[in-house]
């Protein structure tokens, strides 16, 4: 997801990479692979790339193709775009969004819409999960459907006697819920809540709500369910200064400095640093409440945090950001493209890969959503927790609406020239939501070329 304006976790790990290839998995007796031997170049924490390099291992031994994993922890866009100049590009890969349009234009990734008829499964997959440069022009697909999410900590609702948060759409809190609650969940060093006499801002033990500005997926939906969007149905306005657009901001940023309720730049980690995951934040005690994504799941597990998951806040209709991962493509100048697409279609499937069962990705294809069967095969295990169904299944499928930073033309730019430093001046406090915006919006105009082509299947 090469969406500007993040720095938590492992959504870093979604725009870069750097190359560590690993020695090639030995290759299976027989086989339609014959004599192919195939590359697959990825990033991801050391939990992904345990589940990832088992999958390969698992598609050599039944499909008879040997594959060398190049596993890429950091720099990834450069490394790979060194290696598409020196003409070693891998077989098959992740991409950061931004880049996988731009290879595209190119003729550096296979066009995959002939390979639809031969697979139902990617014929099958949730619209918003494939990524089109043009009329039956199919570049590849995001790598998984993550969505946002309202992730707690049990105990800090236990302690403040709070009711925890709703787990199905329909239950929603409203903005003004969210706020109210988090007053009660907010506490200084002396227990006091931020609407009491001698509440201690400079001395927060926990705060109630930890939910990112910058972060274009965390704020996304909200701006949505408001009725307002980035940019008009030709992408080609910026609506951010739309009373709706500047009423979402306003209020994200009254979180911190109107409420005390938030924690603002730097509160939560040394100066410098990256604040800690929402696992640690919940589990040290420190937030009470944090809107991230659905990969956090994994690390609740890990890390064997009290948490619960429950649904975003709503304006008018509930809704969360949906598709927010990076690409996933074949590339062009392999040798064995036909081996390459069966590989890219086997590398995302629940059944050969475990990151489904442990919580890190969620599935592409429809059935998973809406089969009993198929939603059990990837749901019914200790890595999800009960609420799962109507917080996570049911909202994907319902109410999401596709992060626009896959669909906004020119938007890799736009964000690190004028969104992210614009939303910034948000966070610091300094400025007002409908000053800083109304100075962007035309700038952002200006640069805007379009949404990405759609094309139903």
Known sequence: MAIPGTSLGRRDLLLLGGLAATAALPAACGGAGGGAELQFMYWG???????????????????GVRVRPLYTPDEYDVKLNTLIAGGRAPDVGYVPMAMSYRLAGQGKLVNL?????KYPQLAGQLPGSLLWYGKDRLLGTTTANEIELL?????????????????????AWSWDDLVANAYKLTADHNGRRPDESGFDPRRTRRFGISSSITYGPAWYGFLRSNGADIADEKGTRCLLDTPEAIQVFQNLQDLVYEHRVGPGPGQLAATGDD??????????????MGVDGHWSLLDMVEGKVDYGIGVLPKYHEPLTTTHVAGASAVFSGSRHVDEAVELFVF???????????????MPQERKYYEDPAAIASWTRNSSHPPEFRTAVVDYALK????????????MEKIGSEVLTPALQQIELGKRKAAEVLREAAPKITAMLRGWQYTQET
């Open 151 to 171: 992730w707690y900590g049990r105990q800090a609702f236990a302690d403040a006697g709070v009711p925890l948060p709703p787990a199905e759409a329909s239950a």
């Open 347 to 361: 590398h995302n499937d629940p059944r050969y890969v475990d990151l489904f069962k442990q919580g890190l990705w």
């Open 45 to 63: 924490s050391t939990f992904e790339q345990k589940a990832v390099d088992r999958m390969l291992g698992q598609f050599t031994r039944s499909k």
């Open 399 to 410: 109410h999401g609406v596709p992060a626009f930073g896959s669909r906004l033309k020119n």
């Open 275 to 288: 604040p800690p995951g929402t696992n640690v934040l919940l589990k040290s005690n420190r937030v009470a």
């Open 113 to 117: 819409f002939p390979y639809l008829a």
